[in-house]
């Protein structure tokens, strides 16, 4: 009896070479057997090839490329050369690869045996120890076109070769971005205008709230980047155009989450700038150095450009290990103990260092605080809303998962990173909702011939009748000012500096790009794009008549909002009191003592289990005189992160604020 499910599923025989048998080298460089559109037995050599990086002569830093079944891609160094680097002190290679002579695979025995040469895998984008599986890869790009990674060829005189091999490394980035993205654009769903295919509608297949901060998630029109002359298809976003009669008008809003993380730093002071961070965002300019991104790239040797994703990485909670590998892939002849100390320079100078309450007294509501930095006041801030029972975010009082909640995790500060990111972000996300429905509000209200037409993170674009593109402008502008204002009142400052009230621009365009004025000349659309029209206030306030937006034509129907209840989150509560200053010194000081007295003189918190102090350490230290006795109280500490601390006091004054704490907190 036979078995007709087996006999179905049976492969199809791989089809015979006309000239006998094939190596398995020659098999791996021909077109696969089930390929219909290629004839049989022809080669296929692209640069996902493994032999592609060899056929090229590829060489690293001069140095020539070779592969192995262990390691992956590594390059080869003479010992005498890795010796006299060593001597130097200029070893910024890592560490040596060590081949395994019961490896399962076979194949390195060449590499295993050569006493004359050091291997070194290829710098990696996750950082050490990773094998690199492609020289060619995306990765790689950066290194190709700075010829860090080029072909041996033209060293030896071999024109023909090295000409073939720099188009072949050059198609590859040229082709690069359309490689990864081709598959997502031909995808896109399209409507067409009564059949006509000449004209039609994408409608991106966004998904709202696609992560924990609420963001929006689409895998083409928000991840797209600007048309680089030398992409093929990175001209995508400028593809979009408007109908004849209309314009793409919109903005960038300028710092978005730099200005929101700094805000909350100034919070506790209420004025805006009041904390170094928070005036080089409203002050400092590029022209002359004075800003974040600046000052961040004259701390660690590199470009502003580069600054940017150290900044923004260390504001949504990333450490000094993730600082160290942006480093090293940034500069592949950096060390990593040269890239561990411009990090902790660079941490030093703005998170600043953290101070810690003793683990010999009973646990309170701040077991940490941050000082020093000048980003010390902001990291304390998105602490202590992380931190808190129930985060919500300033704004508009948007909560977390029940997920991130410390009542639901194990340890409270697990998954710390994450958690200060998604106060950060969203909180941009509450800046895009606000500004949304404010223009919602002002077109409808002011019958401004405009509508929504996407928005890309912190970039909000409206389609606009040639007509109304003006007021649709001006109303981008008084949206702005309304958000922020929010922001600001929220966070209990009162009052909105000019300089961040308005986008420095509003662009007015007939495609979709980031700036007016790029041609989006590419190698696949050589024909460069007119530029657009941008505005700043002072100029929309000229066009519309000193910000005139015309008569309403529509009642206003919504209720007025009692501010009376406050804020969706009391942060500081009284800002003028002895006890808040007590806390800002305690974060300003660049020493650790008047921090640590801060935290140690905390009420503890109150609690119905019995408190076990942790057992001591092996190599115990004499126990340190206090100054200032401290009262123990069981009692609540007040939500106020800056009302359990105190400065340098006598013994009777501290107890005395300490017996009004208890009274107050017992009724």
């Not at 702005?480 to 929220?490: M, Q």
Request: glycine share 6%; proline share 6%; with cysteine.
């Amino acid at each position: 009896m036979t078995n007709k499910s087996s006999s179905s599923t049976k492969t199809k025989p791989k089809p015979k070479s006309p000239n006998g048998t094939w190596p398995k080298w020659y098999w791996d460089l021909t077109v696969a057997p089930t390929n219909d559109r290629v004839a049989f037995g022809e080669l296929d050599l692209t640069t996902k090839k493994s032999v592609a990086p060899l056929l090229l002569r590829l060489q690293w830093q001069g140095f020539p490329l070779f592969h192995s079944r262990e390691h992956k891609w590594l390059y080869r160094i003479p010992k005498s050369t890795y010796s006299a680097e060593k001597a130097n002190k200029n070893f910024s290679r890592g560490q040596p690869v060590a081949f395994n002579p019961k490896f399962k695979q076979k194949g390195d025995e060449d590499l295993l045996s050569d006493s004359t040469h050091v291997y070194f895998r290829l710098p990696h984008k996750d950082g050490e120890g990773h094998n690199v599986g492609n020289p060619l890869s995306k990765s790689f790009v950066k290194p190709i076109e700075s010829g860090e990674l080029s072909s041996a060829a033209a060293e030896d005189g071999d024109e023909a070769a090295a000409k073939a091999a720099q188009e072949a490394t050059n198609m590859n980035v040229l082709c690069s971005y359309w490689m990864s993205s081709r598959e997502r654009i031909m995808d896109q769903m399209v409507v067409y205008r009564n059949g006509d295919r000449s004209k039609g509608m994408i409608l991106p297949q966004v998904i709202t709230m696609g992560t924990v901060t609420r963001r929006a998630v689409e895998a083409t029109w928000l991840t797209a980047s600007n048309a680089k002359k030398n992409r093929v298809g990175s001209e995508l976003k400028a593809m979009v155009r408007a109908p004849p009669g209309y314009s793409i008008v919109g903005a960038d809003v300028d710092s978005e989450e730099l200005w929101i993380a700094s805000v909350m730093g100034d919070s506790q002071f209420g004025l805006h700038g009041a904390t170094a961070i928070g005036w080089m965002t409203l002050e400092g300019t590029k022209s002359a150095g004075t800003d974040l991104h600046s000052k961040t790239a004259s701390i660690l040797g590199i470009s502003r450009d580069s600054a940017k994703v150290f900044n923004y990485s260390r504001i949504y909670g990333a450490g000094q290990k993730h600082a160290v590998q942006l480093l090293l892939q940034g500069d592949s002849t950096l060390t990593k103990a040269a890239a561990t100390e411009r990090a902790q320079k660079l941490y030093a100078a703005t998170k600043g260092s953290r101070a810690f309450r003793s683990r010999t007294i009973r646990p309170a509501a701040v077991s940490s605080l941050w000082h020093g930095g000048s980003e010390s006041f902001l990291f304390n801030t998105l602490e202590a809303i992380a931190l808190s029972d129930r985060p919500m975010t300033p704004a508009l009082g948007c909560g977390v998962t029940r997920a991130l909640r410390k009542s639901y995790l194990e340890d409270p500060s697990s998954y710390l990173p994450s958690r200060i990111n998604w106060v950060v972000q969203s909180s941009g996300v509450d800046y895009l909702h606000l500004l949304i429905v404010s223009m919602e509000y002002l077109i409808k209200r002011y019958d401004i011939k405009a509508r929504y037409l996407i928005s890309v993170h912190d970039e909000v674009r409206y389609l606009a009748d040639e007509s109304d593109r003006y007021r649709t402008a001006m109303a981008l502008q008084i949206a702005n000012a309304w958000t922020r204002a929010l922001f600001s009142f929220n966070l209990g400052i009162d009052d909105l500096p000019q300089g961040v009230a308005f986008f420095s621009a509003v662009d007015i365009d007939h495609v979709l790009r980031k700036e007016v004025f790029m041609t989006c000349e590419t190698p696949s659309h050589p024909r460069p794009i007119p530029q657009g029209e941008s505005f700043d206030i002072d100029q929309l306030l000229k066009i519309t008549n000193g910000g005139q937006l015309g008569p309403a034509i529509h009642e206003d129907d919504h209720d007025l909002v009692d501010t009376r209840e406050g804020p969706p989150v009391a942060l500081f509560g009284d800002i003028t009191s002895v006890k808040h200053q007590r806390f800002l010194k305690a974060q300003a000081s660049p020493t650790p003592t008047p921090t640590k007295r801060w935290l140690e003189d905390q009420l503890p918190l109150k609690t119905d289990l019995p408190w076990i102090p942790p057992p001591p350490k092996a190599k115990s230290r004499a126990p340190r005189k206090k100054k200032v006795p401290v009262l123990q109280q069981n009692i609540d500490t007040d939500t106020d992160i800056g009302m359990d601390y105190h400065d340098v006091l006598s013994a009777d004054e501290w107890n005395a604020v300490l017996e009004d704490d208890r009274k107050a907190a017992t009724g």
